[in-house]
């Protein structure tokens, strides 16, 4: 009995709390919700030994519910990510103007991202110019680095590969290649360690 209360004392203090990471993930449609998903599942995969991962979805359409929109804003103000997975546009629609507007304005500076990812293109500065821009000037008031990634509607994604980062986000800053490079040390268990 003596033993096995300090093998559970052992076994608690030895473990290193987890870092929080709130991640807030907006979508339009079941496509950009399963590109979001699979870009979840693969910073998830990198960052799940290390990270508390605290996830909300939202689908766009439903923001226009007052209490929905204001629930995710609220999420979004203190998230260390924001994935907005998207269609190309030509403008903004005002539905996500008006969360990003109500979040944005509210955050405090800190290590963050704001990820765009763009369904239906290949070249996202043809077809998308003016809401890149907003994007980016949102990501620069929100004090947000500001990553991208344009792509076509393929029939099935890809297979992620937990080996290497998503080189395809262009613009990834050192912070978001340090975050999914990082390795807790490896435990040592041994009598002279």
């Not at 004090?143 to 990634?149: G, Y």
């Not at 792509?151 to 978001?176: K, N, W, Y």
């Amino acid at each position: 009995m003596k033993n096995a209360a300090l093998a559970s004392n052992i076994d608690s203090s030895d473990r290193e709390p987890k870092y929080p990471f709130d991640l807030v993930v907006a979508y339009e449609d079941t496509e950009t919700r399963n590109r979001a998903l699979h870009l979840y599942d693969n910073v998830a995969q990198k960052l799940i030994d290390d990270y508390d991962f605290q996830c909300s979805w939202w689908k766009f359409d439903h923001l226009a519910d007052e209490n929905l929109c204001q629930q995710a804003a609220d999420a979004a103000v203190d998230a260390n990510m924001v994935i907005l997975s998207i269609r190309a546009h030509d403008s903004v629609p005002p539905t996500h103007k008006l969360w990003i507007e109500d979040w944005i304005s509210r955050r405090s500076p800190g290590k963050a991202a704001l990820v765009v990812m763009i369904a239906g293109t290949n070249n996202p500065e043809r077809d998308a110019a003016p809401v890149l821009a907003y994007l980016k000037n949102a990501a620069i008031r929100g004090r947000m680095d500001f990553l991208t990634h344009a792509f076509e509607e393929p029939a099935q994604l890809p297979v992620v590969d937990h080996d290497t980062p998503p080189s395809r986000l262009r613009g990834a800053s050192p912070i978001f290649h340090e975050i999914l490079q990082h390795k807790n040390p490896v435990q040592r268990w041994g009598i002279n360690e």
